[in-house]
């Protein structure tokens, strides 16, 4: 493989507003991934996301160096690592905005090609950019299908439809919410959120990318998106939470990888691991049994 130009903004500095770039919404995903008790992480099946010994580098800077992670249906894997770790970089490679160097990309094992966010969009990966990437202007329903608008016979949008498909969606995902006529730029943090993820969710995401989910919300809007991850646990998508701070996907994450100058320390199940190992893992590169209690005691000194 080679390495491709990006094909959208990247997961940090999303203006490109990929929505914006699609006319009609993507194929339906071949797969239906099982949902309810079955889609435990725990459990044998054939992972929805696969990627296996992923390479890229930047000239001489070797950003992910042979790095494999995996992902089940009804499950939250946490990323995480410090700045420059190469977060950012892997994920792109499956939502498209680049390609990998070499490794393979399995979607309910089988090898995929992404070469772009439309493909990815196709295999029903979606990514929630930090920055949310909606339009401040416009209500729930106009950034729902911004950019995949509907229309009626007479090519005019149709507005209702719109509403009614936001309304549905919304109600799956935050009964709460009540805000469908104005504008998101008044709406809370949370909010905004479930807007992004009714998007998402609306055009058949199996595989979301979330990048910093709660970073900069409050206690109430962080238990806002908690609860809206637990819902599309319960729908059985799976789910990538990207942050350079534990502290921001620990309680959402069922397992966390962590990643240091590149490679991958290890991918742990949470609850078998305190937050201090993983910090251990994120600083040092140690893993559990390597780490000794002198160095997990000097993360706080
Ligand atoms: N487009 C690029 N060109 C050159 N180098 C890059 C590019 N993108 C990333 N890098 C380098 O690759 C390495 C990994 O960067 P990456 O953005 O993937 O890290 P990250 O883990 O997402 O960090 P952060 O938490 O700061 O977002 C860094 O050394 C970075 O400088
Ligand atoms: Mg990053």
């Not at 992404?114 to 329903?141: C, F, H, M, S, V």
Request: proline share 6%; net charge negative; aromatic share 4%.
């Amino acid at each position: 493989m080679t390495m491709q130009p990006h094909e959208s903004s990247d997961l940090d500095q999303p203006g490109g507003q990929p929505f914006l770039q699609e006319a009609e919404p993507p194929a339906l995903p071949e797969f239906r991934p099982p949902t309810g008790p079955a889609a435990r992480p725990s459990d044998a099946r054939v992972p929805l996301v696969e990627m296996r010994d992923i390479y890229v580098a930047f000239g001489g800077v070797h950003a992910v160096e042979g790095v494999s992670v995996d992902l089940h249906a009804g499950e939250v894997v946490g990323l995480v690592g410090g700045n420059g770790a190469g977060k950012s970089t892997l994920i792109r490679t499956l939502s498209g905005a680049h390609s990998a160097d070499s490794g393979q990309i399995l979607i309910n094992g089988q090898p995929v090609e992404i070469k772009n966010p439309r493909d990815a969009k196709a295999l029903g990966i979606e990514t929630i950019y930090q920055t949310l990437a909606l339009a401040d202007n416009i209500d729930a329903a106009g950034n729902v299908f911004l950019g995949r608008e509907l229309s009626s016979r007479l090519g005019s949008l149709d507005d209702a439809a719109m509403e009614a498909a936001t309304r549905s969606v919304m109600g799956r995902l935050n009964p709460r919410f009540r805000n469908f006529k104005t504008p998101v730029k008044s709406l809370s943090g949370g909010q905004r959120q479930s807007v992004a993820i009714a998007r998402a969710v609306h055009f058949n995401a199996k595989i979301l990318i979330m990048d910093e989910p709660t970073a900069a919300l409050g206690p109430a809007e962080t238990a806002q998106v908690r609860d809206l991850v637990t819902q599309l646990k319960e729908e059985g998508i799976g789910i990538f939470l990207i942050s350079h701070d534990i502290h921001d996907v620990y309680d959402l994450s069922d397992r966390i990888s962590v990643m240091l100058q590149g490679k991958l320390v290890d991918t742990v199940v949470k609850d078998r691991v305190t937050k201090d190992e993983i910090l251990a893992m994120i600083i040092m590169g140690k893993k559990p049994g390597e780490v000794t209690q002198t160095e997990l005691a000097e993360l706080h000194s």
